[in-house]
C-alpha cells in the first residue's frame, strides 16, 4: 500500500522526482561546467528559463501567503553572472554569434526570444497552486545549487562577485529560506485542486528548465584550461582569462 501523503512538499518531492533526475541529467555538470564557454551557455539557457517564470510568479499576488517574492528572485543573479563574464573569452555559438553581448547591450539577443517556452509568460495570473507549484520548483533547484556553487568555485575559479552569484544561491541562508517557503506551501494541503495544481505546473517547470538547457549549445573547448584566473579582476585583460589552474 502507498505511504499516506503527509504535505504537499513531500507529495511534490515524490511526484516529480523523475522530473528532477531529468533535469539533473540535461544539466550535465561535466560538460557544461569543462569550459568558460559552455558554463557561460548554462546560465543562459537558466536565463531563458528564469525570464518568463518569473514574469508568471511576479504576477501573482503573493501578499498573505507567507511568501516574500521579492526576496526570492533570482533573474538579477543570473543578470550579474552574465555581464561578469562579458569580459571573458567565450566563443561564439555554433551559428557563430557572440554568445555574450560584448558591448553591454541586450544579455539575451532578440533570436533567443524564439526559445523562450512558449504559453508561459502570457495568459492570465497563475493560481495559488500553479504558482507555487513552480517557485517550489526554483527555490528546490537551490539546494543542489549549493553543490553546483562549490563545483563552479573549484573547477572554474569563479565565486559569487564573479559570475557564480546564481549557483552561490542563498549562501549561508538556504536552509532558512527553504524552511520558510516550505512552510508557506504546507497550507495548501497535500490533496484537492491547489495540490492537483501544484504537482502539474512544477512538472511543466521542471521541464522548461530542461528543455532550455538541452536547447543550448555546449561549446567546444578552446584551449586546454576552463579556469578563469579567480584572483583577476572580471574586467582583465580576457587574452589572460584563460591562464592555467593555480598551484
Ligand atoms: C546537477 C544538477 C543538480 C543536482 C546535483 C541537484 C541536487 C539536489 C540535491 C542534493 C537536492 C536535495 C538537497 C537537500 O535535501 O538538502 C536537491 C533538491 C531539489 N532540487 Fe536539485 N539538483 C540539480 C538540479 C536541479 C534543477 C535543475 C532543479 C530545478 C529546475 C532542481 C530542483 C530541485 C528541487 C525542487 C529540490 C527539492 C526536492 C525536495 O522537495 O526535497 N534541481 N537537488
Do not use: N
Amino acid at each position: 500500500m502507498d505511504a499516506p501523503i503527509t504535505t504537499l512538499r513531500f507529495r511534490l518531492r515524490d511526484e516529480t522526482l523523475q522530473a528532477h533526475q531529468d533535469a539533473e541529467a540535461a544539466l550535465d555538470l561535466d560538460r557544461r561546467l569543462a569550459s568558460l564557454g559552455a558554463y557561460t551557455a548554462l546560465l543562459r539557457a537558466l536565463y531563458r528559463a528564469h525570464r518568463p517564470i518569473e514574469a508568471r510568479l511576479a504576477a501573482f499576488e503573493w501578499a498573505g501567503s507567507g511568501i516574500a517574492f521579492a526576496e526570492r528572485r533570482k533573474l538579477a543573479w543570473l543578470e550579474a553572472d552574465l555581464a561578469a563574464l562579458r569580459a571573458l573569452p567565450v566563443p561564439a555559438d555554433a551559428a557563430g554569434a557572440p554568445r555574450v553581448a560584448a558591448d553591454g547591450g541586450a544579455l539575451v539577443p532578440a533570436d533567443e526570444d524564439a526559445a523562450a517556452p512558449p504559453g508561459d509568460e502570457d495568459g492570465p495570473p497563475p493560481s495559488p497552486g500553479e504558482a507555487f507549484g513552480m517557485l517550489y520548483v526554483l527555490e528546490g533547484s537551490t539546494l543542489g545549487g549549493r553543490i553546483i556553487g562549490r563545483e563552479v568555485a573549484a573547477r572554474l575559479g569563479l565565486d559569487a562577485d564573479r559570475g557564480g552569484r546564481f549557483f552561490h544561491g542563498y549562501g549561508a541562508r538556504t536552509g532558512a529560506m527553504w524552511q520558510g517557503f516550505t512552510a508557506a506551501l504546507d497550507r495548501l494541503g497535500p490533496t484537492g485542486p491547489d495540490a492537483e495544481a501544484a504537482v502539474a505546473a512544477a512538472r511543466r517547470t521542471f521541464e522548461t528548465v530542461r528543455r532550455c538547457v538541452l536547447q543550448a549549445e555546449v561549446p567546444p573547448v578552446a584551449d586546454g584550461s576552463p579556469r578563469a584566473d579567480a584572483g583577476r579582476a572580471a574586467t582583465a585583460d580576457p587574452s589572460e582569462a584563460t591562464s592555467p589552474p593555480r598551484p
